[in-house]
């Protein structure tokens, strides 16, 4: 029940443009404040925090204190264990299929 919990979590974080926006931004540049991520977004402080604490809920943002500053990081272990879960799992067939293909073709020219 829990991993389902984390899993509905993880994908309300996912769900929302304005956090997927924050996620690209710690992605091209990790390690930001609160007022470098606001400069980005066409929202209030108090709605980007909201959003960031969506995030830290689902675990994809972890932050750490610079002397007074709340520095914001990505945390990609949850995307990779959604990976692994729902697409890696469907795209072995796939890439098994096309590596068949390739050695026939190659007994074919051979």
Not at 6 to 16: E, R, S
Not at 36 to 46: A, D, P
Request: aromatic share 6%; charged share 30%.
């Amino acid at each position: 029940m829990v991993e389902r919990h984390n899993t509905d979590v993880l994908f309300k974080a996912l769900a929302d443009p304005s956090r997927r926006k924050l996620l690209d931004l710690l992605h091209a540049n990790d390690g930001r404040t609160l007022n470098e991520l606001c400069e980005h977004l066409e929202m209030t402080r108090q709605g980007v925090t909201q959003h960031l604490g969506v995030l830290e809920a689902a675990n994809l943002v972890a932050t750490a204190w610079r002397g007074r500053e709340k520095l914001h990081f990505l945390n990609p272990v949850p995307l990779q264990e959604i990976y692994e879960r729902w697409i890696a799992k469907f795209e072995k067939p796939r890439l098994k299929a096309i590596s068949d293909l390739k050695k026939r073709l190659e007994k074919g020219n051979g």
